[in-house]
């Protein structure tokens, strides 16, 4: 069911800071930030050769990881998301084998303009899953 | 200086446990589990399309993750590995940026039998980098 790993995604506390961190000590090649107000962050991807790492800013009042950043005020690892071919037969499938699916159960639109879906993390060794459907 | 994401390690609390919801759950293809006592885990590798995910339980009285897995008893994100064409060039250059080097600085043979080294979380936003020469 799991394609490739589309990106591991980083809380970051100061978002220019950690792309600069990125660009200009390790090197790499980043993106401009991308303000996505549906889901409450600005992001910026790192792009690697074989996938991209995603630095998450708190975006708005109500930001989904306003709460991760305050128990990790520095920052940390936050998702790893993983594309699959059909995201509504993976719920359907992952659901059936007793994994829970974070909010509505519907896929929302990502960073990519595609469907996305998040698993609970208890269900998968503390590690927040995301599904993209590519 | 960043290559591929060569994988990013998620630590466990039962590695048959998580092995299996990976393999059967998620329908990855799973490595054997492999010892590794000079760096106090047993390992797994989750083979994706262009990554991996290492799965990581503690091996022995001092392993580095047994803190790790006390904070977070379900397991967790522990850490991403990037690959570099020369890890003492790197090493050095990120040394003269201000980042600290792990342990007394010097590479470690890693999981794939080649030179690895780790970077400070404090210096990359909470999050354990790992190099490995490739």
Do not use: W
């Given at each position: 069911m799991?394609?490739?790993?589309?990106?591991?995604?980083?809380?970051?506390?100061?978002?220019a800071?950690?792309?600069?961190?990125?660009?200009?000590?390790?090197?790499?090649?980043?993106?401009q930030p991308q303000a996505l107000a549906a889901h409450g962050v600005?992001?910026?991807?790192?792009?690697?050769e074989n996938t991209k790492v995603e630095l998450l800013e708190p975006l708005g009042a109500d930001s989904p990881i306003t709460a991760f950043l305050e128990k990790s005020p520095s920052g940390g690892m936050h998702h790893i998301c993983y594309e699959v071919d059909d995201i509504l037969a993976a719920r359907?499938?992952?659901?059936?084998?007793?994994?829970?699916?974070?909010?509505?159960?519907?896929?929302?639109i990502g960073a990519h303009g595609k469907p996305v879906?998040?698993?609970h993390p208890k269900d998968l060794n503390g590690t927040l899953v995301e599904l993209e459907e590519v």
């Amino acid at each position: 069911m799991l394609g490739r790993v589309n990106h591991i995604a980083i809380a970051v506390p100061d978002l220019a800071q950690a792309t600069a961190t990125y660009r200009d000590v390790l090197g790499a090649r980043v993106s401009q930030p991308q303000a996505l107000a549906a889901h409450g962050v600005t992001v910026v991807f790192v792009e690697l050769e074989n996938t991209k790492v995603e630095l998450l800013e708190p975006l708005g009042a109500d930001s989904p990881i306003t709460a991760f950043l305050e128990k990790s005020p520095s920052g940390g690892m936050h998702h790893i998301c993983y594309e699959v071919d059909d995201i509504l037969a993976a719920r359907d499938q992952l659901k059936a084998s007793g994994l829970r699916v974070l909010g509505d159960g519907n896929p929302k639109i990502g960073a990519h303009g595609k469907p996305v879906l998040f698993l609970h993390p208890k269900d998968l060794n503390g590690t927040l899953v995301e599904l993209e459907e590519v």
